[in-house]
């Protein structure tokens, strides 16, 4: 069960930012956990990405380096309206992820990053199914989250942050296998030789603590 530093947290950008900041060092800092789900994409400035649960922008600000054609989507006003004034060259929808306001096919790419542990099963199979439904044939799904850690060095830092900071969703996500569950919803994790064939479709990282899965929609 979360605490009151989880509420605090969404309330006052500085203190987001800090969390986001302190727990990044376990990858080398925030700019490099930013990057970790793009590493391995061939993104030009056409490339039509959707930042899915953007937040205030904390990873739309590295999308629009290499995209023209980003939008964000949050179901949170406050949050989108923090991600508009941080990162303006994006484009944003206010809805919900497990019913989003697009046609089918639309998006070459859909990333996302440490939002899916927010989600109870139900929404997440439901938000997985909305994300292969908008992405383009042989789109590509690229996210970071959390993972059950396979050092346990590792177990105590992340045990004290999901507490502090996190709510059941996010202990429920560690106890599930993302990668079988994106394949019963259609995705294969063999990426095409344009979107990065040498890029592992599952890569673990900090101790096994976090994942960054990249799978496509079969072309």
């Known amino acids: 069960m979360a605490t009151i530093f989880r509420s605090l947290s969404y309330r006052y950008q500085w203190l987001y930012d800090s969390i986001s900041r302190l727990a990044a060092l376990s990858v080398g800092g925030e700019a490099r956990f930013r990057r970790l789900a793009l590493e391995g994409l061939s993104i030009d400035s056409n490339t039509k990405v959707l930042d899915l649960c953007c937040g205030s922008g904390q990873a739309t600000e590295v999308l629009v ?43 070459d790419v859909v990333h996302t990053s440490a939002a899916l542990h927010e989600m ?7 938000i997985l199914e909305e994300v292969y439904r908008v992405l383009k044939p042989g789109g590509v799904f690229t996210l970071v989250d959390f993972h059950r850690p396979n050092n346990p060095l590792f177990w105590p830092g992340i045990a004290v942050f999901l507490w502090v900071f996190e709510t059941e969703t996010a202990w429920q996500l560690l106890q599930t296998d993302l990668m ?5 919803v259609g995705f294969r994790a063999n990426l095409s030789e344009a979107q990065g064939a040498d890029f592992p479709q599952q890569r673990l990282c900090a101790g096994g603590s976090l994942q960054v899965i990249q799978v496509q929609k079969p072309g």
């Open 65 to 107: 380096r290499h995209s023209q054609n980003v939008v964000g989507l949050d179901a949170s006003p406050l949050s989108l309206k923090r991600a508009k004034h941080n990162v303006p060259k994006a484009e944003y929808v206010e809805a919900f992820a497990e019913k989003m306001p697009f046609g089918n096919d639309e998006f």
């Open 120 to 126: 109870n099963p139900v929404q997440l199979r439901q």
């Open 180 to 184: 079988a569950l994106l394949s019963e």
